[in-house]
Nanobody
Framework: QVQLVESGGGLVQPGGSLILSCTASESLNSLNAMGWYRQAPGKQRELVAYIIQGGTTNYAESVKGRFTVSRDDAKNTVYLQMNSLKPEDTALYYC????????????WGQGTQVTVSS
């Protein structure tokens, strides 16, 4: 079972920046998307961003232009650079890795809290 370990959450003021990282416990050699979802209190979990090997990305409209997802396959790690943070970005952020080719799988991290408040 692949484990995902997230880090980088915390408290930041509006307009500030944070970077999240998530490392998988082993290499996933099949085609996959690595990315981030978030869940705010009382709301459903939603996609933030993901990236597939080769660089294809997908972002939620609410974070386009502010967040950047990237990956380092040599380190089995995905990053989320978050700039111009807003109070509405406050949520528990979950790392996710899922297969997008012939091999199907879906792994989740435990979540890291991001709080944007003055």
């Amino acid at each position: 079972q692949v484990q995902l370990v997230e880090s980088g959450g915390g408290l930041v003021q509006p307009g500030g920046s944070l970077i999240l990282s998530c490392t998988a416990s082993e290499s996933l050699n099949s085609l996959n998307a690595m990315g981030w979802y978030r869940q705010a209190p009382g709301k459903q979990r939603e996609l933030v961003a993901y990236i597939i090997q080769g660089g294809t990305t997908n972002y939620a409209e609410s974070v386009k232009g502010r967040f950047t997802v990237s990956r380092d396959d040599a380190k089995n790690t995905v990053y989320l650079q978050m700039n111009s943070l807003k109070p509405e970005d406050t949520a528990l952020y979950y790392c996710n890795v899922h297969g997008v080719g012939v091999v199907q799988y879906d792994y989740w991290g435990q979540g890291t809290q991001v709080t944007v408040s003055s």
